[in-house]
């Protein structure tokens, strides 16, 4: 077998960079307490959760003032809050725009966008499927409605209607699917397609349900919170994907890191932190540069099975005797 080994290296970065002092002032006014309270929270599209939660403990720990607490919505919502200064800073898995960047510079304010981690949309289906390999072809025609029935895509197949089940309409998980891999197509998200629950819902519906496909982040198939049991060991089965519109299992590849990191898995997307904050030494500035940092913010990531955008890695063969 193959294993990454990541390197971390830790690159000069001053005090100043990292946001750690906490700044002085006078007594504050008006526009002091709206940045405070702004300050208290920052946003993320709930699929992140795993792993955001995971930089979140290890910052808190470290850091020596006061702390910030996650809102976990859909990737749209979060971003309106950033837009509305609601909140100094977002993880998506998509830059900003330039419109919703001009936008915010009209407004005299500095927005960035820092790419964080490469993830992966899993396709998980239920341990009683037979069936699991699927081609890109095959599963933009179940989004598309063109394929209902288990037996469109397995010709044979007894378990009847696919049901689809996503996280929630506006969140990163579907947007990715209608930008990346419907290839024009519209998406029908009626009737087949469940689209009204976080991502443990979705994994506990696909446990639930013998005919039904579910789209999670790759994060929740080794999600660190599950005290009870990894999502590996429950009652699903990630699928294969293949770009091939006849698969087989030599061409097609599950979301693992090494998947990730050289391309071969096709469902890859970007984790982004989108940073609002006007102050330097403000804390959603100072935790959005620790999930940066090689140690430990980008080696959280690789242990979360992603892999990282500050990766220095090497390929080493390991035998298992």
Not at 86 to 103: G, M, Q, S, Y
Not at 155 to 176: E, H, Q
Request: charged content about 25%; proline content about 4%.
């Amino acid at each position: 077998m193959k294993r990454i080994q990541f390197n971390i290296s830790l690159i000069g970065l001053s005090l100043s960079i990292l946001g750690l002092f906490p700044s002085c002032g006078n007594k504050p006014n008006n526009a002091d307490i709206s940045y405070q309270q702004s300050s208290r929270y920052f946003a993320a599209d709930e699929s992140l959760s795993p792993v955001i939660d995971e930089e979140l403990d290890i910052f808190n720990m470290k850091s020596k003032r006061d702390s910030i607490h996650p809102l976990y919505i859909s990737e749209q919502e979060a971003i309106e809050k950033l837009m509305n200064q609601d909140v100094w800073l977002v993880f998506t898995t998509r830059r900003l725009t330039t419109n919703e960047e001009n936008i915010l510079r009209e407004k005299k304010y500095n927005p960035r966008s820092i790419a964080l981690a490469y993830d992966a949309l899993a396709l998980i289906v239920n341990k009683d499927n037979p069936d699991t390999l699927i081609s890109v072809d095959a599963f933009r025609r179940i989004m598309a409605g063109e394929a209902t029935k288990w037996s469109d895509i397995y010709p044979g197949s007894k378990l009847g209607n696919i049901t689809v089940a996503f996280d929630n309409p506006r969140s990163a998980t579907l947007r990715y699917v209608v930008d990346s891999i419907m290839d024009g197509k519209q998406v029908k998200t009626d009737g087949n397609v469940k689209a009204a629950m976080t991502s443990a819902e979705v994994v506990s519906y696909v446990e639930n349900h013998k005919n039904a496909i579910g789209v999670v982040g790759c994060m929740w198939l080794n999600d660190q919170r599950d005290t009870t049991n990894l999502v590996y060991n429950r009652n699903i089965t990630v699928m294969k994907v293949g770009r091939s519109k006849e698969v087989t299992r030599e061409n097609t590849y599950k979301p693992s890191q090494w998947n990730i990191a050289y391309n071969y898995y096709p469902f890859i997307r970007t984790i982004y932190a989108l940073v609002d904050d006007p102050r330097s030494t403000g804390v959603a500035r100072a935790f959005a540069n620790f999930t940066w940092l090689p140690n430990p913010g980008q080696l959280i990531f690789f242990n979360a099975g992603l892999f990282p955008a500050r990766a220095e890695y090497s390929v080493r063969d390991v035998v298992i005797e």
